[in-house]
């Protein structure tokens, strides 16, 4: 208590000295890595040699190739072969690199609105609208869509994007454990009959926000349920698809599609480019009020870039391809591959004694590591072998709950998932992570 604003500030940077010079100095090699190729089945990490403690590195100039497991390149669209790469290059020629605007001045394009249609009609909702981030999809549009007097219930595990506009939005915001229904439940109840008369109703308007699939934790959110839910507390639903879209569903339609609820029952459907379609920016789908309101409110179309046309074409040419709207199969195939190798990589593991969390079908697959330091020595020891995994720990999960979080790919083969199999399971004995 006694302490001083001066006092804190100079304890956070020792702090940061500290762990820069004696913690991250010696564990940095599994974190920041640059890639020097598409982050497609195999990529390149570039070799370097830490010299000093002021996070700059040197480079070796040397590269590895490794089997990546890290990159949410779901579909196998971020190969930089093929039909989606053509398209891009050409729709570099055409209209450049940048837009070097916001979709309100001059940055919007005929090919926006080919893909604005493209994506209501894949996600299947009337109307869409697409920005340049991911990020900002969430943390701007939240903002336009709530405010004071608002009720946000969101899921504890909710990604930072969504953490960030629930908070920007000034709305009040409460947290419910987990894909817990219950819980859930419990606030909802709670928010509209509490200490209210029957008639009143204390909130302008309650949102619950979740996710398709968890991307740290491989789970699904138990739609029906929150449908059946919003529906008896009137309440909307905002569901972001980031590492669904695409990667989830007979036909690659998201969450909705594999637990069969009706589109129309989600209120706002947001998701990303960045995984499934091996781009960039993000979109929101919804009913075409919405849609004109967020065209005008959402900071993201006012005062941000819009979605770069070779970006925007890459997204085009693979949701086509997805759709089987180019006349091929190809979309169908990468879907089942990409839900055969989940199956098959999660079921491997379970086998071995691994514990792995999340549901059978989705691509995230988090192994358990434990303990902190198991960490960097499974990144280490897979790198050896010449696989790349993302590995994460304390505060990205509970400080008991480090893990390794692989993410699968229709570019991976049987032969490639047999070998980092092979691996992972060494690596498992070494480090005893097993049951
Ligand atoms: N939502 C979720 C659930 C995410 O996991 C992410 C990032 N992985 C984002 C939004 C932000 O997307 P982007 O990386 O495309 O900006």
């Not at 690659?252 to 947001?270: F, H, L, Q, S, T």
């Not at 967020?294 to 693979?318: C, D, E, F, M």
């Not at 379970?350 to 792995?356: G, Q």
Request: overall charge positive; some cysteine.
């Amino acid at each position: 208590e006694a302490l001083k604003n001066e006092d804190l500030f100079k304890m956070n940077l020792d702090f940061e000295m500290f762990f820069t010079r004696n913690i991250y100095r010696r564990i940095r090699d599994c974190w920041n890595r640059p890639i020097a190729s598409a982050p497609g089945a195999y990529t390149d990490l570039v070799d370097r040699v830490s010299d000093d403690c002021n996070w700059t590195f040197r480079y070796t100039g040397t590269k590895t190739n490794c089997l990546n497991l890290g990159s949410y390149n779901y579909l196998g669209f971020a190969e930089n072969t093929g039909p989606c790469a053509d398209a891009a290059y050409q729709s570099t020629l055409d209209y450049g690199a940048g837009t070097c605007s916001p979709a309100r001045e001059l940055g919007t394009l005929d090919v926006h609105k080919k893909l604005e249609a493209l994506v209501a009609r894949f996600v299947g909702k009337p109307a869409a609208l697409v920005f340049g981030m991911g990020f900002a999809t969430n943390s701007m549009n939240i903002p336009a869509l709530m405010g004071k007097g608002c009720l946000i219930v969101s899921n504890e595990l909710n990604h930072a994007s969504i953490v960030t506009g629930a908070k920007l939005s000034g709305a009040t915001v409460k947290v419910f454990k987990h894909n817990s229904v219950k819980s859930l439940e419990a606030i909802l109840r709670r928010a509209v009959t509490d200490g209210q008369p029957r008639t009143h109703r204390p909130w302008r308007k309650i949102l619950i926000l979740v996710e398709g699939v968890y991307s740290m934790e491989g789970s699904l959110a138990p739609l029906p349920e929150i449908v059946q839910l919003k529906k008896k507390y009137k309440a909307y639903v905002y569901l972001d698809e980031a590492h669904s879209i695409g990667a989830m569903g007979p036909t690659g339609r998201g969450v909705c599609e594999y637990w069969g609820v009706d589109p129309a029952d989600i209120d706002i459907m947001m998701g990303t480019f960045t995984k499934s379609f091996g781009a960039a920016g993000g979109y929101i789908a919804a009913n075409q009020d919405v849609i004109n309101y967020l065209r005008g409110a959402s900071h993201s179309t006012t005062y941000a870039a819009s979605v770069p046309a070779p970006v925007a074409q890459q997204i085009i040419t693979s949701m086509t391809i997805i759709m089987g709207d180019d006349g091929t199969k190809e979309g169908e195939k990468r879907v089942a591959q990409l839900l055969d190798n989940s199956r098959y990589f999660r079921q491997r593991l379970t086998e071995m004694n691994f514990i792995v969390y999340g549901n059978e079908d989705s691509p995230v697959v988090p192994i358990l590591l434990y303990e902190p330091g198991k960490v960097t020595s499974f990144s280490r020891e897979l790198l050896k072998k010449k696989i790349a995994v993302v590995v994460v720990g304390f505060p990205a999960t509970s400080i008991v709950e480090a893990r390794a979080r692989i993410c699968l790919s229709a570019s991976h083969t049987r032969d490639m998932l047999d070998y980092a199999l092979k691996e992972i399971n060494e690596v498992g004995d070494l480090l005893l992570l097993k049951k």
